[in-house]
């Protein structure tokens, strides 16, 4: 079936610069994607949502890219803190309420 | 803030046994979710539940998993015959009107021993 997948499944950024994650999708038709954090032992924390219809979306410090023409979602953090070392997750909505999530890239934040 | 909140945060059963899984979904949410992650996988949907019943599910969650709101708050996820496979921790997850932009709670380790 159609998935959800990360590029690199580790990224590695010096505390105060920017990082991007990088996330392809397969299905042509999906409409909403979720951008996820997930510290350990923790359950996924919402970051951003785009939907299909919109190219790029920001938030405080992460601003979420969507290229339909080659099925790309990335992640911008700006100005990376400890605190955002992280497993994140893209997730693409399948379905009516179905969310398909990718394997994770897990960011690490270098003093 | 409002969250979802799960009981308990760990549970240890022995393959066979039965296990519940609580969950109090935010309070003004009406769609109700259950997903489950193994040990360093990818969180997987499990089933999606909507005006009392469930509106969607996966593969996965076959007739030994059932899920129940039997209350205007709590939200169940029900193992009738725990296998080892079913080691992994289980999140709850709700969401409002517009059914996107999920919560999650912490999560359920569940362990089958």
Redesign the interface.
């Known amino acids: 079936g159609e998935s959800v997948g990360l590029h690199l499944p580790t990224l590695s950024v010096q505390e105060g610069d920017n990082s991007i994650i990088n996330c392809a999708y397969s299905n042509s038709a999906s409409d ?1 994607f ?1 951008w ?1 954090k997930q510290e350990s ?6 970051i951003i ?1 785009i939907r299909s219809n919109m190219d790029k979306r920001q938030g405080q410090r992460v601003t979420v890219l969507l290229n339909k023409t080659v099925k790309h979602l990335s992640l911008q953090i700006a100005a990376t803190q400890p605190g955002d070392s992280a497993v994140y ?1 893209c ?1 693409e ?1 399948q ?10 890239t897990r960011l690490t934040i270098n003093p | 803030e409002p969250e979802v909140t799960q009981t308990p945060s760990h549970q240890v059963t022995q393959m066979g046994q039965e296990v519940i899984l609580r969950c109090v979904p935010i309070s003004n949410h009406l769609y109700f979710y259950w997903y489950r992650q193994i040990l360093g996988q990818k969180v997987e949907f499990l089933v999606s539940f909507y005006n009392n019943e469930i509106s969607e599910k996966s593969e996965i969650f076959d007739d030994q998993f059932s899920v129940e709101r039997p209350d205007g708050s709590n939200f169940t996820l029900k193992i009738r015959s725990t296998k080892l496979e079913d080691s992994a921790m289980y999140f709850c997850a709700s969401s409002g009107l517009t059914n996107e932009k999920l919560f999650f709670g912490s999560g359920t380790q569940l362990s089958v021993l």
């Open positions: 909403y979720i996820y032992g923790k359950g996924p924390q919402f949502d997750f997730a909505r379905g009516a309420q179905k969310l398909v999530f990718g394997q994770g």
